[in-house]
């Protein structure tokens, strides 16, 4: 052959080989994202990642329930890979809908601890929300805190501000109890808990936490990155964080996560997506914009966060806050927790 012929067979070659490797390349290169976190907390992680790897991201968000509903109608045809969503109650229940698929992942298993994903690889933990006790620091002294049981307690009467029972926030506080304590012994302690609140519930945290502040309440429950919100904005609001149960099973732990899609069709892209956002790189990434705790064990906190101090969390799988949410809705209603 000579040079010439060489050199243009050469081209040939490439040019097919290019040719064929496209498809895939093109596959692997793109992915469609359904996410109820919000655009805000979400788009930089996904711009961080389009320019490490040049994977092309496409998304909406909205509220999870439309979101499932959507997914649900579309069925087969849906364009989504991946759904990102918060609270274990909301996979869990996407998970029940036949929504998810489940994916083999050494990584995914090494990164996130086992209580904080689906024991079916249906789901997986991102982030960590922790929802804890909030007092008064004028009021109360953290030595006079205890347990969420204790909250119950006649000595708190008129002192207690608790969030709406609509949040699923609280249905998976209560499921996770019933899960530890059984269901006679929570329904006694939330019995306890609407006995002794200060006022009527709040629909957010935010005013929950306020209401504290304020002097209206001197003990409340709720989450931490709402805390972290109202300090950043005022540090001198009298108000502090207790962790509660350090001496039994530890605070009441919940997650932001995600899962690949029934029906994706980047499935092996949406997976090396859920890798690298547990990754030591992404963790942070994904839990500081919140003020939440990376669910890798290896990555530490924002340091606003690492300075509300360390805690046991509980360890029972948060799968419990799905399965037994019917049963804690019920129980809150038959206490007249509104
Ligand atoms: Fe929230």
């Known amino acids: 052959m000579s040079i010439r012929n060489r050199y243009l067979a050469a081209i040939a070659t490439l040019i097919l080989s290019v040719m064929s490797s496209a498809p895939t390349a093109y596959a692997r290169d793109e992915l ?43 069925g087969p045809n849906s364009p989504a890979d991946l759904i990102i969503t918060v609270d274990a109650g909301n996979l869990w229940q996407a998970a029940q809908e036949d929504l998810l698929k489940p994916v ?7 990164n996130i601890p086992p209580h904080l994903r689906d024991s079916g690889n249906r789901w997986f933990g991102l982030s960590i929300r922790a929802r804890t006790v909030v ?24 002192r207690l501000c608790l969030r709406t029972s ?31 609140l200060a006022t009527d519930v709040f629909p957010d945290d935010t005013k929950m936490m306020e209401a504290i502040a304020a002097g209206q309440c001197d003990v409340g429950i709720g989450n931490t990155y709402y805390f972290g919100r109202l300090k950043e904005k005022d540090a001198s609001l009298p108000i502090a ?21 029934r029906f994706a069709k980047h499935e092996q892209a949406a997976i090396r ?22 669910v890798n064990p290896a990555v530490k906190a924002h340091p ?19 399965e037994l949410q019917v049963q804690a809705v019920k129980l809150m209603d038959r206490v007249g927790y509104k």
């Open 241 to 261: 964080l207790f962790w509660p149960n350090q001496q039994g099973s530890g605070v009441h732990v919940n997650i932001s996560g995600a899962g690949v899609t």
């Open 135 to 158: 007092f008064n620091t004028r009021k109360v002294s953290a030595g006079e805190l205890s347990t969420y049981e204790d909250l119950a307690d006649p000595k708190w009467r008129g």
């Open 166 to 196: 609509n949040k699923v926030y609280n249905q998976s506080l209560v499921a996770m109890m019933i899960a530890e304590l059984g269901e006679t012994r929570t329904e006694q302690v939330v019995k306890g808990w609407v006995a002794n």
């Open 32 to 74: 469609v994202i359904y996410s109820a976190r919000n655009e805000q907390l979400i788009k930089p992680l996904f711009d961080a990642y389009t320019q490490a790897t040049g994977t092309e991201i496409r998304f909406i968000t909205d509220k999870e329930g439309p979101l499932m509903q959507r997914l649900k109608s579309e």
């Open 304 to 322: 606003t966060v690492e300075g509300w101090g360390a805690f046991k969390q509980n360890l029972i799988n948060v799968s419990k806050a799905g």
């Open 273 to 294: 997506f859920l890798e690298w956002l547990s990754s030591a790189q992404a963790q942070n990434l994904f839990a500081d914009a919140n003020l939440e705790y990376p």
């Open 104 to 110: 083999q992942s050494k990584v995914l298993e090494s």
